[in-house]
């Protein structure tokens, strides 16, 4: 019940705040830099700019495809659960390169702020948009999702969209609480995450966690709890974690066949061997024990 998370929550160090801005730093390092950003745009992204896990419509998809199809089903949730209007303002929380809202734009005519920690990636954002002809329609705020956001955006937007950027949240029912905040009344907040499995031990889990600067990872039941603490209304949670294992399988795959592509753009053979063994343990461990979960859910701030 609600008591014992709560109970899970205070042993493994959850809502802790004493390294907000320690965890903003590393993700701008883990992220940001010109070789980390070509060494993710390859593997995770298939060279676009969707640099997130990917759901198989066919099985003859790539990582490129899989990444864009879960940007078209977490936008096809968003207009589900409430009808998206033209010019609806949107925050898109952890925006990285803006692949989702590119996507977004181009479908829904949205007006989108990119929240971002990285700066490089921010400036990749606004050159593609321009390319695309929606520069109008994009602004790009630098900040660290760990130390709040900014207090004259109460009420303000429709939409929260968030695509596996929660994870690197140091205290993560105080950002839904963010996001309550600066969602306006019938607002809706679509994220996606991923995830230790319900009731896997974080210890399996522990090498992910100190490769993807991710304090502790959250748990579907976790974040259905949170939410609710957060006073947003859950709609829905849409389980995707039958696609982790291949693509973990695939990522590993991308990388052995760029790897002297990818050192030619300054990754270190040390850099690219240790994620081969990440990814090479990350297929053996969730075919093993379905350790990890990835999945999308809705929500409605009702107030």
Same mark, same amino acid.
């Given at each position: 019940?609600?008591?014992?998370?709560?109970?899970?929550?205070?042993?493994?160090?959850?809502?802790t705040?004493?390294?907000d801005?320690?965890?903003?730093?590393?993700?701008?390092?883990?992220?940001?830099?010109?070789?980390?950003r070509?060494?993710?745009?390859t593997?995770?992204?298939?060279?676009?700019?969707?640099?997130?896990?990917?759901?198989?419509?066919?099985a003859?998809?790539?990582?490129?495809?899989?990444?864009?199809?879960?940007?078209?089903?977490?936008?096809?949730?968003?207009?589900?659960?409430? !009808?998206?209007?033209?010019?609806?303002?949107?925050?898109?929380?952890?925006?990285?390169?803006?692949?989702?809202?590119?996507?977004?734009?181009?479908?829904?005519?949205?007006?989108?702020?990119?929240?971002?920690?990285?700066?490089?990636?921010?400036d990749?954002?606004?050159?593609?948009?321009?390319?695309?002809?929606?520069?109008?329609?994009?602004?790009?705020?630098?900040?660290? %999702?760990?130390?709040?956001? !900014?207090?004259e955006?109460?009420?303000? %937007?429709?939409?929260?969209?968030?695509?596996?950027? %929660?994870?690197?949240?140091?205290?993560?029912?105080?950002?839904?609480?963010?996001?309550?905040?600066?969602?306006?009344?019938?607002?809706?907040?679509?994220?996606?995450d991923?995830?230790?499995?319900?009731?896997?031990?974080?210890?399996i889990?522990? !090498?992910?966690?100190?490769?993807?600067?991710?304090?502790?990872?959250?748990? !579907?039941?976790?974040?259905?709890?949170?939410?609710?603490e957060?006073?947003?209304?859950?709609?829905?949670?849409?389980?995707?974690?039958?696609n982790?294992?291949?693509?973990?399988?695939?990522?590993?795959?991308?990388?052995?066949?760029?790897?002297?592509?990818?050192?030619?753009?300054?990754?270190?053979?040390?850099?690219?061997?240790n994620?081969?063994?990440?990814?090479?343990?990350?297929?053996?461990?969730?075919?093993?024990?379905?350790a990890?979960?990835?999945?999308?859910?809705?929500?409605?701030?009702?107030?």
């Open positions: 019940g609600a008591s014992e998370v709560v109970a899970d929550h205070r042993r493994r160090g959850f809502g705040t004493s390294t801005s320690d965890v903003g730093t590393m993700v701008v390092e883990q992220y940001d830099s010109e070789q980390t070509k060494f993710y745009q593997v995770m992204g298939g060279g676009g700019n969707d640099i997130h896990f990917g759901v198989f419509k066919s003859d998809e790539g990582v490129r495809e899989a990444a864009a199809n879960t940007t078209e089903l977490m936008l096809d949730l968003m207009h589900w659960i409430k !009808p998206v209007a033209p010019d609806a303002e949107v925050l898109d929380l952890g925006s990285g390169h803006g692949g989702a809202t590119h996507t977004m734009v181009q479908r829904f005519g949205t007006q989108n702020l990119c929240f971002n920690i990285g700066s490089e990636q921010n990749m954002n606004l050159e593609t948009c321009a390319t695309l002809g929606i520069g109008n329609k994009v602004s790009c705020h630098r900040g660290d %999702f760990n130390l709040g956001l !900014p207090e955006w109460s009420q303000r %937007f429709d939409y929260v969209y968030s695509c596996e950027v %929660f994870c690197h949240a140091a205290d993560k029912p105080a950002l839904l609480a963010e996001v309550r905040r600066v969602l306006k009344p019938g607002g809706v907040l679509v994220f996606s991923i995830m230790g499995a319900d009731g896997v031990a974080e210890e889990l522990r !090498p992910f966690t100190d490769r993807n600067t991710t304090t502790v990872m959250g748990r !579907p039941n976790e974040y259905r709890y949170q939410i609710k957060a006073a947003l209304r859950e709609v829905c949670y849409v389980d995707m974690s039958q982790l294992e291949e693509f973990f399988g695939l990522m590993l795959k991308q990388v052995e066949e760029n790897y002297d592509a990818l050192l030619n753009e300054g990754l270190t053979d040390d850099y690219l061997l994620w081969i063994n990440s990814l090479s343990d990350r297929v053996k461990v969730q075919a093993e024990h379905g990890f979960a990835w999945g999308v859910f809705g929500a409605v701030n009702d107030a």
